[in-house]
């Protein structure tokens, strides 16, 4: 069997239909002018021309989550006596995960790490997890905020990918990466593609010489701690900022969320929900008491978790794909990698992940 | 938009306020970012241009201090409505208005170059943007890429300001085509409508960017949205959900929205959010003849109340 694959333009939707007969496929599809993941179906309208307005991180850590749902029984001889009743969802269906990025599938690494790699593994995430196979488009050029070459990806980074798509001239050059992936070149329509291997790299290699590099040729910038502990620093460069959450829901490497009970009278579920460091309402205890109270440190909280404690953490894997959507759709453009930029230890350079992290710039020749 | 008139109004300005609110340019030529001004030497950054489109007055209830702000005559009408709603003290404020001739909405232009990446950006006579991009060049008409809002602007001049960086411009746009999308989208059935908003509510992702970005939101950190005590909505990403909170948000402007459009050039998923406001606002224009952030003796229909009112005949059911 061949290693590698290729799709006729002219089968392209065919195949993914194929897919979809397999599993639940989710797919990049244009609405207006806005491109999103949703689950795939015929009359949906695709789109692998530029990446996703909002990360497919939705589709193994759901915005909303039911844990359990809970159900309360009075006992009609003592009504005292009240009767719960759990039920755990455990609702992990087959799914393909289509058209994601390279900086989408290397964020789902950044989760791996705490949700799954865990003495206590997350069961939701990783129920989801195991049933996804991530099929990832490499991008066609850089886009607007864009700086992944600059974290250690690539706009065809296999981190985290089972298989790698690269549009080519007639058609799209299939790479398996796992064993996951592999399936795909079984599929009805996938050709050889070996005769499209050496056009698929050029493109990658032309698009990689695009993206933009905000911390000159380092590829991972070493947040200097001094800098960061200046609270006039960012009072200064977060001024702009409005605290909302955009940057964090869009973002593919941001994981934080709430736990919430929510009720009718005699029933309800537990639901786990996004939540982002940018509100208010994220560090409020219950006393009353607020330990970052004002934008400016919701947003070093931000910058910290990504550059910083993960890193430290995590044998300096930076949790940050380098996507650019935070940049993109800020409404006030605040810009991430220019405040990473400004806070770097001139002439430094974090040292190399470590060796016993196994996702640490694996396969990475994007 | 002259720039170099505002530099010199901003430099006096600067003499007696803490900061000055303005506009330079942000992470690519396309994108203008707010700037605030403290030293002299900052202002040579300060750009003037279409791509100035945030409405920099919404900083104002959260600035403790003396603050002059650029604002655009669309921007104006938020400090009106903010002194008829005593949100801030006046003499804190130096207002320098722009006559504006309009701007650009950013994601009409990019949708137009098929969101390539911006090389270079160039206002040729004022009515024209050619942009570069890695892909070629576009030449645009601005009126083709200008937001909703500036085709039926009524106060391209600011309607309050202590200092004018250029000479008034008139509108020459009809009051009553203001709401005239309004009308079209009331014209459909409910059916229609509902499975409208349905679809559009669909792709909010309740990351409050529209709440955040709204001058007139100023319940903020103890927005119902998201307060947990009491736990007004739940946390579930559903359409029901998603459709109270845009409701509500709507109903809290009901005759406060000065109809910016910063939640709608906020949404990242775009969403059209202002049109909701609108359409409330266009209720409270019919039932109270009030326009809200024009007049800064106005008192705000919902801020007071009449025993009968012209329009509302619930005594004579």
């Given amino acids: 069997m061949a290693d590698t694959g290729f799709i006729p333009k002219e089968k392209w939707k065919a195949f993914i239909e194929g897919l979809s007969t397999k599993a639940q496929v989710w797919v990049p599809c244009l609405e207006g002018d806005t491109v999103i993941f949703r689950p795939f179906s015929k009359e949906r309208n695709l789109c692998f021309e530029r990446p996703a307005n909002s990360s497919p991180k939705s589709v193994i850590f759901p915005q909303s989550d039911t844990l359990f749902s809970f159900k309360f029984t009075k006992d009609p001889e003592t009504p005292q006596k009240v009767e719960v009743e759990l039920t755990e969802n455990k609702d992990f269906p087959k799914t393909i995960l289509f058209g994601a990025r390279p900086c989408d599938a290397r964020g789902f690494t950044v989760y791996d790490r705490p949700y799954t790699e865990t003495d206590t593994p997350d069961p939701y995430y990783k129920g989801r997890r195991e049933q996804t196979t991530i099929v990832t488009m490499a991008c066609q050029t850089s886009w607007a905020g864009c700086f992944c070459t600059s974290v250690e990806g690539g706009p065809a980074d296999k981190t985290g990918s089972d298989a790698m798509i690269t549009e080519v001239e007639k058609g799209y050059f299939v790479e398996p990466i796992t064993e996951k992936g592999k399936s795909l070149l079984q599929e009805p329509g996938v050709e050889d593609g070996s005769a499209y291997q050496g056009e698929a790299r050029k493109e990658q290699d032309a698009v990689r010489a695009m993206v933009k590099k905000p911390f000159g040729d380092t590829v991972r910038p070493k947040v200097s701690k001094e800098l960061f502990d200046k609270d006039e620093f960012w009072e200064e460069a977060l001024a702009k900022c409005l605290s909302c959450g955009a940057c964090t829901y869009l973002c593919p490497t941001c994981y934080c969320f709430n736990i919430t009970d929510e009720h009718q009278t005699d029933k309800g579920e537990r639901i786990r929900s996004w939540d982002g460091c940018m509100y208010y309402h994220f560090t409020l205890e219950a006393s009353g008491h607020n330990p970052r109270p004002t934008k400016f440190q919701r947003y070093k909280n931000r910058v910290g978790h990504k550059f910083l404690f993960y890193p430290e953490k995590y044998n300096n894997v930076i949790a940050c794909s380098g996507c650019g959507r935070c940049i993109r759709y800020c409404p006030v453009s605040v810009d991430i990698s220019e405040i990473v930029s400004n806070l770097q230890e001139p002439g430094a350079e974090a040292p190399a992940q470590g060796g016993n992290d196994k996702k640490a710039g694996s396969a990475s020749n994007g | ?317």
């Fill in chain 2, 1 to 317: 938009m002259d720039r170099e008139k505002l530099k010199n109004v901003i430099s006096e300005v600067l003499k007696d306020v803490d900061v000055v609110i303005g506009y330079k340019e942000g992470f690519d030529k396309l994108h203008a970012t707010p700037c605030f001004i403290t030293k002299p030497e900052q202002i040579d950054q300060i750009i003037l241009n279409p791509l100035c489109v945030q409405n920099l007055a919404s900083y104002l209830p959260s600035l403790k201090k003396k603050v002059g702000v650029v604002v655009k005559g669309c921007d104006s009408r938020t400090i009106v409505q903010y002194m008829q709603e005593g949100l801030i003290n006046r003499e804190n404020v130096v207002v320098i208005g722009i006559p504006c001739t309009g701007i650009v909405s950013v994601k009409k232009v990019l949708s137009k170059i098929n969101h390539q990446p911006i090389v270079d950006v160039i206002f040729g006579d004022g009515s024209t943007v050619i942009v570069k991009t890695q892909a070629g060049e576009e030449k645009l008409s601005i009126s083709d890429v200008s937001p909703d809002k500036c085709r039926t602007c009524l106060y391209p001049t600011p309607v309050i300001h202590d200092h004018l960086a250029g000479d008034p411009v008139r509108s020459d746009k009809k009051p009553e085509d203001v709401y005239k999308d309004v009308e079209d989208l009331s014209a459909m059935s409910l059916e229609e409508r509902r499975a409208y908003w349905e679809k559009e509510f669909d792709r909010c992702i309740r990351c409050y960017a529209c709440r955040n970005a709204c001058p007139m939101c100023i319940c903020q950190d103890s927005c119902i949205a998201e307060s947990r005590e009491p736990h007004w909505i739940s946390q579930k990403s559903n359409l029901t959900e998603k459709f109270m909170f845009h409701m509500i948000h709507a109903l809290h402007l009901a005759g406060r929205c000065v109809e910016c459009g910063e939640c709608e050039r906020a949404c990242p998923m775009g969403i059209p959010v202002n049109m909701l406001k609108k359409k409330i606002n266009h209720d409270m224009k019919e039932l109270f003849d009030y326009q809200p952030g024009v007049n800064p003796e106005d008192k705000p229909p919902m801020f007071t109340f009449n025993v009968e009112e012209k329009k509302i005949e619930e005594h004579k059911l």
